[in-house]
Nanobody, 121 residues
Framework: VQLQASGGGLVQPGGSPRLSCAAS????????IGWFRQAPGQDRELVSC????????YYGNSVKTRFTISRDNAKNTVYLQMNSLKPEDTAVYYC???????????????WGQGTLVTVSS
């Protein structure tokens, strides 16, 4: 069972990268998928999560007008479209899988390795 996060890199302020979370060994649509981020010296926080059916969505206050989470079940992949990036969005972004919706890190059983997003001019 593996999650692979990708799509990070150096982005200019205002940029719009898309992160991908691909799974091997299990079906992502059997799980709630969350995107977390961790900036240097800060706790890992939930940015967004998507339920097993797309009716369940959550966005953190700092991203809710700028980020969009979505699924492509055919590709067994979950995406995080990030728009209007700010320097304070700089962090390592992780995807994770849980059996139920929730914001606590502890309910997420499987984690990807993280992808670094650096927002800088």
């Amino acid at each position: 069972v593996q999650l692979q996060a990708s799509g990070g890199g150096l982005v200019q302020p205002g940029g719009s990268p898309r992160l991908s979370c691909a799974a091997s060994g299990f079906r992502l649509d059997d799980y709630v998928i969350g995107w977390f981020r961790q900036a240097p010296g800060q706790d890992r926080e939930l940015v967004s999560c998507i339920g097993k059916s797309e009716g369940g969505l959550y966005y953190g206050n700092s991203v809710k007008t700028r980020f969009t989470i979505s699924r492509d079940n055919a590709k067994n992949t979950v995406y995080l479209q990030m728009n209007s990036l700010k320097p304070e969005d700089t962090a390592v972004y992780y995807c994770a899988a849980a059996s139920n919706m929730g914001r606590a890190r502890t309910i997420y059983d499987y984690w990807g390795q993280g992808t670094l997003v650096t927002v800088s001019s």
